[in-house]
C-alpha cells in the first residue's frame, strides 16, 4: 500500500507514449511528504506544541488534601484534615477555597475547632506583579512554537533546492547523453557511407580510419555520459523515500521531463528584484526566526526585571465557620485571615546582573540579525545577477549552438559531394557537440540559480 501510494505520486505527471517522465512538481511532492529532513521538521513543531501544552500546566487548578493526626497515651492531641483547591489566574494572582476540620484535646489556643470554610487571594504587590516564570515560560513557549515553523520553512527551503539542484542535475545528464548518443548514431552513418565510398573507389582508404577514429571517439563520450547519468541517478533517487521511512530506488524507466523551455515552472515564482527585497523582511524564515528570538529574549528581560523589585505578597482569605458565623462588608472587619511577607535583597548583586545580561543578549541577538538581512539581501543581488546574466548568455549560446550545427550540416552536404573532407566535418561536429553540452549547463545553470534566489529569499515553498 505504502509502495502504491509512492508509484501514484511519481507517476502523477507522467507521459506514457514510449517512457514514463517524472515532473519537478511531481518530484518536489514526494520530497516534501516522505524525506526524512521534511519529516523531521515536521517533528520540530509537534515537539514544540507540546512545549506548549507543558508550561500551560503552570496554570492548571491544584487540588491539595492534607491529613494530620496525633494521638499519645490515649489522648486525641488533633486531628486535622484540609482539602484546598488552588486556581492560578494570568496575572499572577491565585484564587484558593477550602476547608479546614479541626479536632482534638490538646490543641494550640490560636486555632479554631470545628470544621471552617474560606475563600481567598494571594496577590503578588511588587515582583512577579507583571511578570512572572509562569507566564514567561508560556510567552517563550508561544514563540518557540512560531520559531519551530519559521525553522521548518528554513529546513525545506534548503530541502528543496537541494533537491531541485539534483533534479537540474539528472536532467542536463539526460540531455548530454541523448546528444552525444545522436552524434553516435551520425557518425556510424558516417562510417557506414565511407566503407561503401571506398569500396566504389569514391574515397581514398584514409577516410575510412578517419570515419572510424571519430567514431571511437564520440563513442567513449557517450560512455562517459551513461556513468554521469547513472551517478546523476543516484543522486537524485537519494531524495526520494516511501512513507515507512524507507529509501526508494529510481527506475531505469523513468527520465526527466524536458523542461527547459517550460517556464510555466516560474509562474508562481518572484523574478523582480525590488519585490523580492521588499518581501523578505516579512517573509524571510531565518529573519523571522531571528525575530521571534528576540521577542523571547525580551519576554526573559521583562523576567529579569522582576528581580529588581521587593517580593511582597499579600494573602488575604475570608473564613466561614457556620451559618451563625456575622458578615460584614468591610475586608478586614471580621472573619478574616491575611498575611503580608516582604523580601528585599539589600545589594540586589543577582538581579541587577541578570537583568543587565538579559538586555546584552538582547543588544546581540538584534546586531545578528541586522548582520544576517545584509547577509541575505547581498545573495539575493548575486542570484539575481547572475540570473539576468544567464538569460543572455543562454540567447548567445543558442544562436552559436544553431550556427555550429548549421556549419555542420553544410560540411557534411560538401562532403556527399566530395568538395570537403572528414578532417572538417569532425572538427564542426566537436564543436557543435561542445557549444551544445554548453548550453545545457548554461540551462541547468539558469534553473538552479532560479531556484537558489527563491531560497535565498525564503520564498521557495
Not at 510567552?139 to 521548518?152: D, I, S, V, Y
Not at 540559480?449 to 520564498?459: E, H, I, M, P, R
Request: net charge positive; proline share 3%; with cysteine.
Amino acid at each position: 500500500m505504502k509502495s502504491n501510494i509512492l508509484w501514484f505520486l511519481l507517476v502523477a505527471h507522467m507521459s506514457w507514449a514510449q517512457t514514463k517522465t517524472l515532473h519537478p512538481e511531481a518530484y518536489l511532492k514526494i520530497v516534501e511528504k516522505y524525506h526524512p529532513v521534511a519529516r523531521q521538521a515536521q517533528i520540530g513543531i509537534r515537539k514544540s506544541n507540546a512545549h506548549i501544552l507543558e508550561a500551560r500546566g503552570a496554570f492548571d487548578p491544584i487540588l491539595r488534601h492534607y491529613i494530620s493526626s496525633k494521638t499519645l497515651d490515649g489522648t486525641s492531641y488533633y486531628q486535622y484534615n484540609a482539602p484546598e483547591l488552588s486556581i492560578p489566574t494570568w496575572y499572577g494572582i491565585e484564587v484558593n477555597t477550602g476547608v479546614e476540620n479541626l479536632q482534638g484535646d490538646r490543641l494550640d489556643p490560636s486555632q479554631t475547632t470545628g470544621q471552617t470554610s474560606y475563600i481567598g487571594v494571594q496577590i503578588p504587590l511588587a515582583k512577579n506583579l507583571l511578570m512572572d516564570k509562569r507566564r514567561a515560560a508560556l510567552q517563550q513557549a508561544k514563540l518557540m512554537n512560531q520559531m519551530a515553523f519559521a525553522e521548518q520553512r528554513v529546513v525545506l527551503n534548503q530541502l528543496f533546492l537541494d533537491a531541485m539542484e539534483a533534479y537540474w542535475h539528472w536532467l542536463k545528464c539526460f540531455q548530454a547523453l541523448k546528444i552525444t548518443g545522436q552524434n553516435l548514431d551520425a557518425a556510424k552513418r558516417r562510417v557506414e557511407f565511407v566503407k561503401r565510398s571506398v569500396e566504389l573507389g569514391d574515397r581514398p582508404a584514409m577516410d575510412t580510419l578517419e570515419a572510424s577514429t571519430q567514431f571511437m571517439y564520440l563513442d567513449n563520450q557517450n560512455l562517459t555520459k551513461i556513468v554521469d547519468y547513472e551517478n546523476a541517478t543516484l543522486q537524485l533517487s537519494a531524495f526520494l523515500w516511501q512513507e515507512n521511512n524507507a529509501p526508494s530506488s529510481l527506475s531505469r524507466e523513468i527520465i526527466p521531463a524536458e523542461v527547459w523551455t517550460d517556464m510555466s515552472l516560474f509562474s508562481n515564482f518572484d523574478l523582480s528584484l525590488p519585490s523580492i527585497l521588499e518581501k523578505v523582511d516579512s517573509f524571510h524564515p531565518e529573519l523571522q526566526a531571528y525575530q521571534f528570538k528576540i521577542e523571547s529574549l525580551n519576554v526573559e528581560k521583562k523576567l529579569k526585571f522582576q528581580s529588581l523589585l521587593p517580593k511582597i505578597d499579600l494573602q488575604y482569605n475570608h473564613l466561614m465557620k457556620d451559618k451563625s458565623t456575622t458578615n460584614s462588608g468591610a475586608l478586614f472587619a471580621n472573619n478574616y485571615r491575611y498575611g503580608i511577607k516582604l523580601e528585599l535583597p539589600l545589594r540586589l548583586s543577582s538581579g541587577r546582573g541578570e537583568y543587565q545580561s538579559a538586555k546584552l543578549k538582547m543588544e546581540e541577538a538584534s546586531i545578528q540579525l541586522s548582520q544576517k538581512k545584509q547577509q541575505i539581501q547581498i545573495k539575493i543581488n548575486s542570484y539575481f545577477n547572475q540570473f539576468q546574466n544567464l538569460k543572455k548568455q543562454i540567447q548567445t549560446q543558442e544562436k552559436a549552438v544553431s550556427s555550429y550545427m548549421a556549419l555542420t550540416k553544410a560540411e557534411e552536404s560538401k562532403f556527399s559531394q566530395g568538395e570537403s573532407s572528414l578532417f572538417l566535418i569532425n572538427s564542426r561536429e566537436i564543436k557543435a557537440l561542445e557549444a551544445a553540452e554548453k548550453l545545457l549547463d548554461l540551462k541547468a545553470y539558469l534553473f538552479k540559480t532560479v531556484y537558489a534566489l527563491q531560497a535565498s529569499a525564503g520564498l521557495l515553498i
